[in-house]
C-alpha cells in the first residue's frame, strides 16, 4: 500500500468513525426510488398521508429531480438555484 492510498484509508475510517462516511454505492440510488421505499418504509403513516407524500412527490419533485441519483443532489439544485431544474413556476 502507498502512503498515499493509506492516507485515503485513514481518511475513510476517520469520517466512518465519526458517522460522516457515506457508501458511494448508497448515492447512486435515484431521488424517486429512495422517497419511495422511504414512505413505503414507515408503516404507521396514515393512509392520508401516504396519499398526501405520493401526490407531493409526484407533482412537485419527481417529474424534476427524481430522476437524479442522491450523490448528485445539492441545496441549490433543490431549491431550485436558478439553474434551470425546476419550471419557472415552481420558483
Known amino acids: 500500500m502507498t502512503k498515499a492510498s493509506g492516507c485515503g484509508v485513514e481518511l475513510s475510517r476517520n469520517r466512518s468513525s465519526r458517522g460522516e462516511w457515506i457508501d458511494p454505492e448508497r448515492g447512486k440510488v435515484r431521488l424517486r426510488d429512495y ?3 422511504w414512505i413505503a418504509e414507515r408503516p404507521n ?3 392520508r398521508t401516504v396519499h398526501l407524500y405520493r401526490w407531493t412527490l409526484g407533482k412537485h419533485v419527481t ?3 427524481g430522476y437524479m441519483p442522491l450523490n ?3 441545496t441549490p439544485m433543490v431549491r431550485g438555484g436558478g439553474r434551470g431544474y425546476w419550471p419557472r413556476a415552481c420558483r
Do not use: K, N, Q, T
Open 35 to 37: 422517497a419511495e421505499r
Open 45 to 47: 403513516l396514515r393512509p
Open 63 to 65: 417529474p424534476y429531480l
Open 72 to 74: 448528485r443532489l445539492d
